[in-house]
């Protein structure tokens, strides 16, 4: 693809990378076959091509209005259009960058700007978050039906393990999971400690940053980057890894070292964090798990989130570990489609999130399963609210709960 850059933006080097990235589009349109939206909606400007089109005339011209905007706010970045791209084309990259500087050059109106705020305000912050969620939860049988099935219900975390091991792996606290679904990390560090692995969640690391980065609030994300960084310092040269439950985290903090490259303080320490995110799935792929006593009693159906099958590339991992530990995995259907949840996305674009959710949950359960799994917090809590099946982290499972 050919690309002549509006002179107002010479130099920067954010448009020097969007310049590579779009000129490595050959306009084939194959990654219109695998976009949640295109398929949904039907038109271009709600596809990979057209985003790409449309970020192009912006650098271009150096103009964007709010239909632009628009049509980048549907795209759920899940990136399966990257999976499917002969080209090689760094879609994700290339739609955070231009929603970053169209975010300058077509200011949003007051009241979108807004609930932005709060939201970033408030969904990092597990002290602000938590006692919101634990009210919810106390009045949750009082609710309206459509409410109630938005506030999960409470969570006992269940004991963690006190022993030491040699082999330690750095385990990501997080911000929503760790108040809406304590045990699923208090399981990821059950399950390793049987391994031999010790999962450390370190004071003052929190939320990984994904958040405040897809609503382009760049030096916020920075700022939580840089927290987690300084809490896992100590750790970070003898860590074997740096995992999270979250495979939308795991996807952030594999995108560390870009985001703080320009840092001299902290390019270091991102980097060697991104090189050593792992998922938890991988982790477990590389050990002997015959040790580990797994409720696998149920049909089970999986669910892979899209940052665990087009960004981490981990699905394969997670489908060998439930299989070897002999959890009995249902058929399902266009695996490769959003499920609609997308971090805010379900808040922000609600008629196209529960559109996607019900077409997934009938890809996930024509085989009548009693159970889904799922990897990723967004999801899990996304999916619960109209499943007709219990929907929990996989690591719950092979914990034996």
């Known amino acids: 693809m050919q690309t002549r850059i509006h002179p107002r933006f010479d130099g920067l080097e954010e448009v020097g990378i969007a310049e590579d990235i779009l000129r490595s589009c050959v306009h084939c349109g194959f990654c219109n076959a695998t976009c949640p939206t295109y398929q949904e909606l039907g038109d271009e400007r709600d596809g990979p091509r057209g985003r790409i089109y449309l970020i192009k005339h912006f650098l271009e011209s150096g103009e964007a209005g709010a239909g632009t905007r628009h049509h980048l706010d549907r795209c759920l970045t899940c990136r399966s259009c990257e999976t499917t791209c002969p080209a090689g084309v760094q879609y994700g990259r290339l739609a955070d960058i231009g929603r970053h500087m169209i975010e300058?050059?077509?200011?949003?109106?007051?009241?979108?700007?807004?609930?932005?705020?709060?939201l970033r305000w408030f969904v990092p912050w597990p002290?602000?978050?938590?006692?919101?969620?634990?009210?919810?939860?106390?009045?949750?049988?009082l609710l309206p039906r459509r409410l109630r099935e938005s506030v999960p219900e409470r969570q006992t975390a269940g004991a963690r393990p006190s022993r030491r091991h040699p082999r330690q792996v750095i385990l990501l606290g997080g911000c929503v999971q760790s108040v809406a679904t304590p045990r699923t990390n208090a399981a990821a560090a059950r399950v390793l400690d049987r391994l031999g692995i010790e999962a450390l969640e370190l004071p003052g690391a929190g939320c990984c940053g994904a958040l405040s980065h897809h609503l382009t609030a760049t030096g916020e994300a920075r700022d939580f980057i840089r927290r987690n960084l300084d809490a896992w310092r100590p750790a970070l040269e003898s860590a074997e890894a740096v995992i999270s439950c979250s495979t939308g985290c795991g996807a952030m903090l594999k995108d560390y070292g870009f985001l703080m490259r320009d840092d001299p303080d902290y390019a270091a320490a991102a980097s060697t964090v991104s090189a050593k995110t792992r998922d938890l799935a991988e982790v477990l792929a590389d050990e002997n798990l015959s040790a580990l006593k797994v409720d696998t009693a149920a049909a089970t159906a999986l669910h892979c989130p899209c940052t665990l099958t087009h960004a981490l590339r981990a699905h394969t991992a997670l489908r060998q570990v439930l299989e070897r530990?002999?959890?009995?995995?249902?058929?399902?259907?266009?695996?490769?489609?959003?499920?609609?949840?997308?971090?805010?996305?379900?808040?922000?674009?609600?008629?196209?999130?529960?559109?996607?959710?019900?077409?997934?949950?009938?890809?996930?359960?024509?085989?009548?399963?009693?159970?889904?799994?799922?990897?990723?917090?967004?999801?899990?809590?996304?999916?619960?609210?109209?499943?007709?099946v219990p929907v929990r982290h996989w690591i719950e499972i092979v914990d034996g709960g």
């Open 127 to 141: 002290r602000r978050f938590g006692p919101l969620l634990r009210a919810g939860q106390v009045v949750r049988r």
């Open 325 to 388: 530990v002999g959890v009995q995995l249902t058929a399902t259907r266009e695996d490769h489609l959003c499920c609609g949840s997308a971090g805010t996305y379900s808040l922000l674009q609600p008629e196209l999130s529960q559109s996607l959710k019900a077409r997934k949950l009938e890809a996930l359960t024509g085989d009548a399963p009693e159970r889904i799994v799922t990897a990723n917090i967004g999801c899990q809590l996304h999916l619960a609210t109209a499943a007709r």
């Open 104 to 118: 300058e050059a077509a200011p949003r109106p007051l009241v979108e700007r807004a609930l932005r705020r709060l």
